[in-house]
């Protein structure tokens, strides 16, 4: 169990935390044309919105109430239903997720009592779902707000008696904020390589994967889990959860359920990949996959070769909980030191977390603790490429936002192909940081006199 320290820093001077409108409007891409609406200033969705541009590089859908002083004062309701009213009738989309902000907490906002008095005053808007999420920033992370979603789709969307009837070859997987694009990817192929069926909450395989959609710009998301599926995942034949923070989610979803269920904290071990490939295999009865072995396969060769370069490494860390326990299980697994570990805020599973301490903090902590406990490569977002810099190790991209490298929101660093490929990419890295030992020359060598110049080269016949 770590030791969880708590800074007593009055601010964060070099912050690594994203608030949770951010965790919430990530999660709010993964369902079928839907718009996430941010009840805030109009500041809170355009600074969002230049995150995930800068994260993506594509068009993210996103809106806003866009409070302002007097709504601020004498209550925004009037601002929810206007957004509400002109967003169905202009774009019609299908499902709209209208989440809270520091702004409107502070405020005292009851999010669903307005959707109900919409609700009674527009009923020809009947046919759009409305979720309500509440995502405080000055409260969690990320982490805490895409968690929040995916919570309140199964407690709003999910009945809680699921129809009768069991979709035997459906399986639900529940993907926390650690699973990006292309690694949702994957887990679908690994589910559809045992012939099942696979209904991602949420799925931003479709809509964040970077593809050039045809058409011009659309207001809505492309791509995503259909309002329909989700509402008989009750009938699913299992639920697989990815991510610590979902556990409550896991919970909620058994209750409404009556399928079997699977948890793991992440897929970037061999032992969890294994835990999943081998609930798959229960469930459908069918040998595995010829191509999920050789994957596996290549990951123990990848193992073997890249042992001599990463054995007792030391691996700083600076993310998420999510994503600490999938990197320090990682780092563990391959005979690397986690540590030193630093996280944006408190949050349960940290305290499983295999480390001796993690300290709550930012990037200058992380500092401080790298002149202390020096560290072969960082792993962090974007914001952490300077402190790389200074302390000449590498940076190893994760999390939220990654802005000055292309296509990082699909490495695939989770699976059987993720772990190789991850293997490689670090084992490379210490390779090109390798410094070589000089020659070493005995102080008791002998001394020999150099010849005289006129004697060198001058051999007759």
């Not at 919105?49 to 994260?55: A, G, L, N, S, W």
């Not at 490379?428 to 005995?442: D, Q």
Request: charged fraction near 15%; charge should be negative.
């Amino acid at each position: 169990m770590a030791d969880v320290i708590r800074n007593k820093k009055p601010l964060a001077t070099s912050p690594i935390k994203s608030g949770q409108p951010l965790g919430a409007i990530l999660a709010s891409q993964g369902f079928e044309q839907s718009i996430p609406l941010v009840h805030g200033a109009q500041g809170c969705s355009a600074f969002a919105k230049v995150f995930f541009i800068q994260h993506f590089h594509d068009p993210i859908p996103l809106q806003s109430t866009a409070m302002d002083p007097t709504t601020t004062v004498m209550g925004a309701d009037g601002n929810i239903m206007t957004a509400l009213s002109t967003l169905c009738q202009r774009n019609a989309p299908k499902a709209m997720i209208l989440i809270s902000t520091g702004l409107s907490e502070a405020q005292g906002s009851d999010l669903t009592r307005a959707v109900r008095e919409f609700r009674a005053e527009h009923p020809r808007f009947k046919s759009t779902a409305i979720l309500t999420v509440n995502t405080p920033d000055f409260y969690g992370s990320l982490e805490n707000g895409f968690s929040a979603v995916v919570e309140s789709v199964i407690e709003q969307w999910v009945p809680e008696k699921p129809p009768a009837g069991v979709r035997n070859r459906r399986v639900n997987l529940l993907l926390s904020h650690l699973v990006n694009p292309g690694e949702v990817e994957l887990l679908r192929s690994y589910v559809e390589a045992f012939g099942l069926q696979a209904v991602m909450v949420p799925d931003l395989s479709l809509s964040l994967d970077g593809h050039l959609a045809s058409g011009d710009y659309q207001s809505v998301t492309q791509g995503g889990t259909t309002l329909r599926a989700i509402e008989q995942m009750g009938q699913s034949l299992s639920t697989i959860s990815v991510g610590l923070s979902l556990q409550r989610a896991a919970g909620l979803m058994a209750q409404r359920s009556r399928g079997l269920s699977l948890t793991v904290p992440h897929m970037m071990t061999m032992a969890t990949v294994d835990a999943v490939i081998h609930h798959l295999q229960q469930l459908s009865g069918r040998e595995v996959p010829a191509w999920i072995e050789r994957q596996r396969g290549q990951v123990q060769d990848a193992m073997i070769d890249c042992h001599m370069a990463l054995q007792g490494r030391k691996v700083a860390l600076a993310a998420e909980g999510d994503l600490l326990a999938a990197w320090s299980d990682f780092a563990l697994s391959h005979g690397m030191q986690p540590g030193p570990v630093v996280a944006p805020v408190s949050q349960p599973g940290l305290l499983s977390l295999p480390v001796e301490q993690v300290v709550i903090g930012d990037l200058e902590d992380m500092q401080d603790l790298l002149v202390k406990h020096p560290a072969d490569m960082l792993v962090a977002n974007s914001h952490a490429a300077d402190l790389a810099e200074q302390f000449g190790i590498p940076l190893i991209r994760a999390g939220f936002p990654v802005f000055d490298r292309l296509g990082e929101f699909r490495r695939v660093r989770q699976g059987y192909a993720g772990i190789r490929d991850t293997l490689f990419e670090l084992a490379n890295l210490m390779l090109e940081h390798h410094h070589p030992v000089s020659a070493y020359h005995s102080p008791l060598r002998q001394q020999f006199r150099s010849a005289p110049r006129s004697e060198v080269g001058h051999a007759t016949c």
